[in-house]
């Protein structure tokens, strides 16, 4: 009997493992589980090869073994590990990743001067000069919520990105508490495909503002793409093409256009910050003429210090509405069908400064002029913003800003806005 020992202490260890199994899957839900159906079948083969060199004793029962290792690569493949993605987690039995992510955000403003009138947010393009004065109101439609995933293949990662707020377009009374589509895409070995921030926005420049609108003078535009990126990070640098839809929010002549807007754009980043240049061309049409119009942007950013950051960008636009925040965009004759575009230019400066990792502040300036009245009486927009973000807790920010700005119309108008926003927002 004494030569069967072995076998009788190598079957009480492999028991004495698998009882043990659970506090250590605990420990790793996935590593560990795998491995344990690894040594698992490992001494169940060596067991069998005991038991077949001699077969006049009986080992130990073995029954529920199988069972054992099935529930054992159930759990792994139940098991929720983290994901590629910061913050995420991986899907069960998949090599998908995903992160929820969202914020809750509550806004107080209240307008020293006249409101606006045409959207709770600043919107000094129809800003007016007459009306009832100290408006107070509060919102929380800049709410957002969405997701992304990351799925690795041979060629690369496989990423996809939806992401909704409640900011839809008024109905007319300022009203925008709506669900609304901002950004819906994947993207695969360099290409994008779906819905997202235009190519010609420069968003690495564009000063942080309690305002959900931010500055006057910029491009502000998402649009469905095609889009190619080429990056070369050994040297900072990346260039971009890309086919978009041309339509603006205006409509009228952009609705009806045979060719996509077409931009390019190259990035070149520094250790002392960034720089990068713009393209764009687009055609407008009516029922009897057809137009091009062009567009160019130069931006960049210059760190004065670790926390200081200097930020500018310049951009000029003919008759576009949406690539340039403030435009007069373009105006189509009822009678003719003529298509009269307005060459307009814009400018973003900003400093932002960090004092602590609790406390941040921005000073941001914009301006938008304009040459020829198209579909709005602008010749001058001018905008200033400054702000203090408070972050007490993780997730949690308090901010208060202090907006100003002035209307000039071609006729000499002029309307002045001049407003405080308070936010409240908690991230997940």
């Known amino acids: 009997m004494n030569l069967f020992k072995p076998t009788l202490t190598a079957v009480a260890a492999v028991l004495a493992l698998a009882a043990a199994a659970p506090a250590l899957a605990q420990a790793n839900p996935l590593d560990e589980l795998r491995e344990e159906v690894r040594k698992l079948r490992a001494e169940l083969e060596a067991l069998k090869k005991d038991r077949a060199a001699t077969p006049a004793v009986k080992p130990a029962d073995a029954s529920g073994w199988g069972e054992r290792i099935e529930q054992l690569e159930l759990k792994s493949k139940d098991a929720v590990t983290l994901g590629d993605i910061g913050g995420g987690f991986r899907l069960p039995g998949s090599e998908t990743s995903i992160r929820l992510y969202g914020?809750?955000?509550?806004?107080?403003?209240?307008?020293?001067?006249?409101?606006?009138?045409?959207?709770?947010?600043?919107?000094?393009t129809f800003q007016g000069a007459t009306g009832a004065k100290?408006?107070?109101?509060?919102?929380?439609?800049?709410?957002r919520f969405g997701f992304e995933t990351s799925t690795p293949t041979a060629q690369g990662t496989f990423n996809t990105k939806l992401e909704m707020d409640f900011y839809a377009y008024s109905n007319g009374n300022?009203?925008?508490?709506?669900?609304?589509?901002?950004?819906?895409?994947?993207?695969?070995?360099?290409?994008?495909?779906g819905q997202t921030w235009s190519t010609f926005m420069d968003l690495d420049n564009l000063p942080e503002t309690v305002d959900f609108n931010g500055p006057i003078g910029a491009p502000f535009s998402r649009r469905t793409m095609v889009r190619y990126t080429y990056g070369m990070p050994q040297d900072g640098m990346k260039f971009t093409v890309a086919m978009e839809d041309p339509?603006?929010?205006?409509?009228?002549?952009?609705?009806?256009?045979?060719?996509?807007?077409?931009?390019?754009?190259?990035?070149?980043?520094?250790?002392?910050?960034?720089?990068?240049l713009r393209g764009l061309a687009?055609?407008?049409?009516?029922?009897?003429?057809?137009?091009?119009?062009?567009?160019?942007?130069?931006?960049g950013s210059y760190k004065l210090t670790d926390k200081d950051l200097l930020m500018g960008q310049y951009t000029q636009v003919d008759g576009d509405f949406d690539q340039l925040y403030g435009s007069n965009a373009y105006a189509i004759d009822a009678t003719d069908g003529k298509i009269t575009f307005d060459r307009n230019r814009g400018l973003v400066l900003g400093y932002a400064k960090t004092f602590s990792d609790q406390l941040r502040g921005t000073l941001a300036f914009g301006m938008n002029k304009g040459r020829v009245e198209a579909a709005v009486d602008n010749r001058r927009l001018t905008q200033w913003h400054l702000?203090?973000?408070?972050?007490?807790?993780k997730n949690v920010e308090l901010g208060g800003e202090l907006?100003?700005?002035?209307?000039?119309?071609?006729?000499?108008?002029?309307?002045?806005?001049q407003r405080v926003d308070l936010m409240g927002r908690y991230s997940f």
């Open 103 to 124: 914020y809750a955000e509550a806004h107080a403003i209240h307008d020293i001067k006249v409101w606006s009138g045409s959207d709770n947010f600043t919107d000094l």
């Open 134 to 143: 100290g408006r107070t109101k509060f919102t929380a439609e800049t709410s």
């Open 174 to 193: 300022g009203n925008r508490n709506r669900l609304r589509l901002r950004h819906a895409y994947g993207e695969y070995a360099g290409f994008l495909v």
């Open 247 to 276: 339509e603006d929010q205006f409509g009228g002549g952009s609705a009806n256009e045979r060719m996509p807007q077409l931009v390019a754009r190259f990035d070149k980043s520094f250790d002392w910050g960034a720089v990068n």
């Open 282 to 299: 687009h055609e407008k049409r009516s029922d009897t003429q057809t137009k091009r119009g062009y567009g160019f942007g130069v931006g």
């Open 387 to 393: 702000n203090l973000i408070y972050s007490p807790i």
């Open 403 to 417: 907006v100003l700005g002035e209307r000039k119309t071609f006729a000499g108008d002029v309307a002045k806005m």
